[in-house]
């Protein structure tokens, strides 16, 4: 089971930090990320990091901006969002999979509940 958190109102150009807290002693097997949804869109991939956390992976828009982490022993998924702009308004998902990295919803197994995460301009 996932648990996001830490969602919540910003303005733009502003940072937030969303986590994720997995339930049980396997999060070190699997790669985690996230995912958001915007108002009357898709929903799309944002971010991911690998079971052991070398490698991450982002969407293009938020590169530069965004930085995944992750923390084993804690079982938990940090997004930190910085420099937001108000097209990252969406809910935000976390993710979590057994392939090398989630970056397309086919390879997802775990969704979490979402968290909002709205950016005024």
């Known amino acids: 089971q996932l648990q996001a958190s830490g969602g919540g109102l910003v303005q733009a150009g502003g940072s937030l930090r969303v986590s994720c807290t997995a339930s049980?002693?396997?999060?070190?097997?699997?790669?985690v990320g996230w995912f958001r949804q915007a108002p009357g869109k898709e929903r799309e991939f944002v971010a991911t990091i690998s079971r052991s956390g070398p490698s991450t992976y982002y969407t293009d828009s938020v590169k530069g901006r965004f930085t995944i982490s992750r923390d084993n022993a804690k079982t938990t998924v940090y997004l930190q969002m910085n420099s937001l702009k108000p097209e990252d308004t969406a809910v935000y998902y976390c993710?979590?999979?057994?392939?090398?990295?989630?970056?397309?919803?086919?390879?997802?197994?775990?969704w979490g509940q979402g968290t909002q995460v709205t950016v005024s301009s």
């Open positions: 049980g002693r396997t999060f070190r097997n699997y790669a």
């Open positions: 993710v979590a999979g057994s392939s090398f990295i989630v970056t397309i919803g086919s390879n997802v197994e775990y």
